[in-house]
């Protein structure tokens, strides 16, 4: 009587079983959905010229209130960090400048974020930051520590 080999089928199942884990290690280092989060490694949401020009936006229409540390400082950290992107951005929008919100452009105010995001110490990259509100809900921001005080 001739008995079937199992060394095909322990072959078939380690292939099976390899191909799973495979794809089991795959989908854990695949990168996550979900909120981004804002860290100096992480991908860069405005360019530099974008902070020029929040800068120019920034002095026209925010340093009659505001000093560069109200939006740098331990409140504003810890106020805004974990928060969606959107949530500061909005704030923004609806409310400034103080007297006359909502009179810039759309883009002025993602301009003027990205000014924002510079004075924290976040680094600029390639791609702008653009007035989207999906876009900016999906960044969670998270600010660097604060430096210590002089």
């Given at each position: 009587?001739?008995?079937?080999?199992?060394?095909?089928?322990?072959?078939?199942?380690?292939?099976?079983?390899?191909?799973?884990?495979?794809?089991?290690?795959?989908?854990?280092?695949a990168?996550?959905?979900?909120?981004?989060?804002?860290?100096?490694?992480?991908?860069?949401?405005?360019?530099?010229?974008?902070?020029?020009?929040?800068?120019?936006?920034?002095?026209?229409?925010?340093?009659?209130?505001?000093?560069?540390?109200?939006?740098?400082?331990?409140?504003?950290?810890?106020?805004?960090?974990?928060?969606?992107?959107?949530?500061?951005?909005?704030?923004?929008?609806?409310?400034?400048?103080?007297?006359?919100?909502?009179?810039?452009?759309?883009e002025?105010?993602?301009?003027?974020?990205?000014?924002?995001?510079?004075?924290?110490?976040?680094?600029p990259?390639?791609?702008?930051?653009?007035?989207?509100?999906?876009?900016?809900?999906?960044?969670?921001?998270?600010?660097?520590?604060?430096?210590?005080?002089?």
């Amino acid at each position: 009587m001739h008995r079937p080999s199992l060394l095909p089928n322990a072959l078939l199942v380690a292939v099976v079983v390899s191909s799973v884990f495979a794809a089991s290690r795959m989908t854990a280092q695949a990168p996550r959905v979900g909120p981004r989060v804002f860290v100096a490694d992480s991908p860069r949401v405005y360019t530099d010229s974008q902070a020029v020009q929040g800068q120019t936006l920034w002095t026209k229409n925010c340093v009659e209130c505001h000093e560069s540390t109200d939006v740098t400082g331990a409140d504003f950290r810890t106020k805004w960090s974990g928060q969606p992107l959107f949530t500061l951005y909005e704030q923004i929008r609806t409310t400034m400048p103080d007297g006359n919100p909502g009179t810039l452009s759309r883009e002025e105010y993602a301009a003027t974020l990205a000014y924002i995001l510079k004075l924290n110490g976040l680094p600029p990259g390639e791609a702008k930051l653009e007035p989207d509100s999906v876009a900016l809900t999906a960044i969670t921001l998270t600010l660097p520590p604060a430096p210590p005080a002089p």
